[in-house]
């Protein structure tokens, strides 16, 4: 073999594109990472408020989003949450669960990306960055052109990721590729993103600028219980970031500000009394949103002055307030992309492409997306073992 020829190479060296280099080195396979950035796991380093919040104790297949919910199980059956931890507690690396399962770095993400190249070296794969693909090609073997020159192997494992997050380097390089060897796309969608609503919305609620509360936020059949934060350009904040992932342009969404509570119950309680509304919605909600939500839809008064219609009315606006997003922020605010390369076209089993023998995708490129909280990390790790298996 001359130096330029491998068994394996992974082109993308993040989450998956890593941890799959790892596997297929540790079959003693010959294995070369082609990264484009400067350093490998760039995405890897900011995530989880640079913290990395690298699984989820309860991911399970319902934990993610694609055109056949089937074809993740057979990859997260196979490396699993456990699987992952019980390598990071083999390097030593202290955690914490933040909440729902969500499993952080005590320290740092660089922690996640040490273990990463420390099990690369220990499973002899070599990395090169600043290294950009020019082309790939394929007859009996694929010849990856790039621009420090020509490297052929026997199989190559797309994992370059979406399109989110530009500024870190991402690009449509793994739809490119995939196209160009006649593989089906579900249209990439920003997903994990904040919500924009119409300028008129948009006005109504600047007053509310800067509150977070805890929320239902309801979307088909979806529902998602975490805080909300309304922003200067729309809603963002866990609950948010969570349902953008099944919203479809131009459908509403359903806010219950008040979950625990029966709000008809609670105001006909105080029907008799000299409360004012805004007063009595202050005991439940932020202060300044009471007041405001009250400036926007009921003007404030003695709760006894209001009738049976009237507080039926409230009790409907907070427990089932309807919004609909004018759009999302984009790639450029997204956390993931969902859509991608359609999972018909692939193997649940290995990755390996149906029609291409020797070709892989791994990870975000692929369309299944996960949940905030740690899913897509861990089907970071699962595609990249089960190809890394395989290839």
Same mark, same amino acid.
Not at 203 to 231: D, H, M, P, W, Y
């Given at each position: 073999?001359?130096?330029?020829?491998? #068994?394996?190479?992974?082109?993308?060296?993040?989450?998956?594109?890593?941890?799959?280099?790892?596997?297929?080195?540790?079959?003693?396979? &010959?294995?070369?990472?082609?990264?484009?950035?400067?350093?490998?796991?760039?995405?890897?380093?900011?995530?989880?408020?640079?913290?990395?919040?690298?699984?989820?104790?309860?991911?399970?297949? #319902?934990?993610?989003?694609?055109?056949?919910?089937?074809?993740?199980?057979?990859?997260?059956?196979?490396?699993?949450?456990? #699987?992952?931890?019980?390598?990071? %507690? $083999?390097? *030593?690396?202290?955690?914490?669960? &933040?909440?729902?399962?969500?499993?952080?770095? #005590?320290?740092?993400?660089?922690?996640?990306?040490?273990?990463?190249?420390?099990?690369?070296?220990?499973?002899?794969?070599?990395?090169?960055?600043?290294?950009?693909? $020019?082309?790939?090609?394929?007859?009996?073997?694929?010849?990856?052109?790039?621009?420090?020159?020509?490297?052929?192997?026997?199989?190559?494992?797309?994992?370059?990721?979406?399109?989110?997050?530009? +500024?870190?380097?991402?690009?449509?390089?793994?739809?490119?590729?995939?196209?160009?060897?006649?593989?089906?796309?579900?249209?990439?969608?920003?997903?994990?993103? +904040?919500?924009?609503?119409?300028?008129?919305?948009?006005?109504?609620?600047?007053?509310?600028?800067?509150?977070?509360? %805890?929320? /239902?936020?309801?979307? *088909?059949?979806?529902?998602?219980?975490?805080?909300? /934060?309304?922003?200067?350009?729309?809603?963002?904040?866990?609950?948010?970031?969570?349902?953008?992932?099944?919203?479809?342009?131009?459908?509403?969404?359903?806010?219950?500000? /008040?979950?625990? %509570?029966?709000?008809?119950?609670?105001?006909?309680?105080?029907?008799?009394?000299?409360?004012?509304?805004?007063?009595?919605?202050?005991?439940?909600?932020?202060?300044?949103?009471?007041?405001?939500?009250?400036?926007?839809?009921?003007?404030?008064?003695?709760?006894?002055?209001?009738?049976?219609?009237?507080?039926?009315?409230?009790?409907?606006?907070?427990?089932?307030?309807?919004?609909? +997003?004018?759009?999302?922020?984009?790639?450029? &605010?997204?956390?993931?992309?969902?859509?991608?390369?359609?999972?018909?076209?692939?193997?649940?089993?290995?990755?390996?492409?149906?029609?291409?023998?020797?070709?892989?995708?791994?990870?975000?490129?692929?369309?299944?997306?996960?949940?905030?909280?740690?899913?897509?990390?861990?089907?970071?790790?699962?595609?990249?073992?089960?190809?890394?298996?395989?290839?």
């Amino acid at each position: 073999m001359s130096g330029s020829d491998h #068994d394996v190479i992974v082109i993308g060296g993040g989450a998956a594109g890593l941890f799959c280099a790892i596997e297929a080195g540790k079959r003693g396979r &010959k294995v070369l990472v082609l990264e484009h950035a400067d350093r490998v796991g760039k995405k890897i380093a900011i995530s989880g408020g640079g913290r990395c919040n690298f699984t989820n104790l309860h991911t399970n297949p #319902d934990n993610f989003v694609s055109a056949n919910p089937h074809f993740c199980k057979s990859a997260l059956a196979r490396y699993t949450p456990a #699987d992952f931890i019980s390598l990071v %507690e $083999r390097h *030593g690396i202290k955690y914490h669960e &933040k909440k729902l399962g969500q499993l952080f770095c #005590d320290e740092s993400s660089q922690q996640i990306i040490d273990l990463l190249l420390l099990e690369c070296a220990g499973a002899g794969v070599e990395i090169r960055c600043q290294c950009q693909v $020019r082309d790939v090609r394929r007859k009996d073997r694929f010849t990856i052109e790039t621009s420090q020159g020509r490297f052929v192997a026997s199989a190559v494992v797309i994992a370059t990721g979406g399109l989110s997050i530009a +500024p870190l380097g991402a690009t449509d390089f793994g739809y490119h590729i995939a196209r160009q060897f006649g593989l089906q796309i579900e249209a990439p969608r920003p997903a994990l993103v +904040p919500f924009t609503l119409s300028a008129a919305v948009q006005k109504q609620l600047t007053s509310l600028s800067g509150i977070s509360l %805890e929320a /239902l936020v309801k979307c *088909g059949g979806t529902e998602f219980r975490e805080n909300v /934060l309304i922003t200067h350009r729309g809603l963002s904040g866990p609950a948010i970031l969570q349902i953008s992932l099944y919203w479809e342009t131009g459908a509403p969404i359903f806010i219950n500000l /008040l979950p625990d %509570e029966d709000v008809l119950e609670l105001l006909r309680q105080k029907q008799s009394s000299e409360i004012e509304l805004a007063n009595l919605l202050a005991q439940h909600l932020p202060r300044r949103f009471a007041q405001a939500w009250c400036d926007l839809y009921v003007p404030s008064r003695p709760l006894k002055q209001l009738n049976d219609s009237e507080l039926a009315y409230i009790a409907r606006r907070i427990q089932g307030f309807q919004l609909t +997003p004018s759009g999302t922020e984009g790639f450029k &605010k997204a956390e993931v992309t969902a859509g991608g390369v359609a999972t018909s076209e692939l193997s649940s089993q290995t990755m390996e492409s149906k029609r291409v023998p020797g070709l892989y995708f791994i990870g975000e490129v692929v369309d299944v997306t996960g949940q905030l909280g740690g899913y897509n990390f861990q089907w970071a790790w699962a595609s990249g073992y089960a190809a890394g298996q395989a290839a």
